[in-house]
């Protein structure tokens, strides 16, 4: 079985400020892939990013940054210089693969981004 | 557009009748995850099919809900005799495979309202 908590239930922000979304997984699998999504008040999902458990090198990807340490099994996810429209609820997720893995997604509860002007 | 379609986007229905929700994966893509979100939750996992296969049903309510996927067509998502709690944001989203990359991409969701 595995889990993802995500603790920030709700985080505000004023725009320009450095923001740290925090992203904790617990699995038995050796093997997976750890994800976030973000979705916008549209309500539909966007994928943002994807990494294997074979690979801890931290991502920059314009103002998103991501760290994941197996050491800690958590997978955070900084969002440099905030704008408004980052404001969003963004899902950190899990999903095992290779041999005897269930290969079902493992949401989050998600974490809501307010950037206010 | 070859993304994942969802429809209806918004269904309201009384408590006792039926709701049937359709997805189409993206072109290519051959299983397909169903999970449902309620209000500030996250996203519940429900069912996981192949074409004309149940792989996973694990996060099915054991009564009135029902998925299929056949071979031609979209999957179907059915609540029968609906309560006011089944109320939520039903997502579908699609893969290549079971052991690909790992990506699911999304639907923009059908909310069922049940008055």
């Known amino acids: 079985a595995q889990k993802v908590t995500q603790a920030q239930t709700e985080i505000s922000v004023v725009e320009k400020e450095d923001v740290t979304l925090d992203c904790v997984y617990e699995?038995?699998?050796?093997?997976?892939?750890l994800f976030w999504y973000k979705q916008p008040p549209s309500g539909e999902l966007v994928f943002l990013i994807r990494r294997n458990s074979f690979d801890e090198q931290n991502e920059i990807s314009g103002r998103y940054s991501w760290n994941f340490q197996k050491s800690t099994s958590s997978f955070n996810f900084t969002i440099t210089a905030s704008q408004v429209v980052d404001s969003a609820v963004y899902f950190c997720a899990l999903r095992p693969f290779g041999r005897g893995g269930s290969y079902i997604p493992t949401f989050g509860r998600g974490t809501s981004l307010i950037v206010h002007p | 557009n070859a993304g994942v379609m969802q429809n209806p986007r918004h269904l309201v229905r009384r408590r006792g009748q039926e709701a049937r929700l359709r997805c189409s994966p993206m072109?290519?893509?051959?299983?397909v995850y169903w999970y449902r979100q309620l209000p500030e939750e996250g996203l519940k996992f429900m069912v996981y099919?192949?074409?004309?296969?149940?792989?996973?049903e694990s996060g099915m309510p054991k009564e009135r809900f029902s998925a299929e996927f056949p071979k031609e067509g979209p999957s179907i998502l059915r609540i029968q005799q609906v309560v006011r709690g089944d109320s939520a944001a039903y997502f579908c989203?699609?893969?290549?495979?079971?052991?690909?990359?790992?990506?699911?991409?999304f639907g923009e969701g059908s909310r069922l309202t049940v008055l």
């Open positions: 072109k290519g893509h051959s299983h």
């Open positions: 699995t038995r699998d050796t093997t997976y892939y």
């Open positions: 989203a699609s893969s290549r495979g079971q052991a690909n990359t790992g990506e699911l991409f």
């Open positions: 099919l192949q074409k004309e296969n149940i792989i996973d």
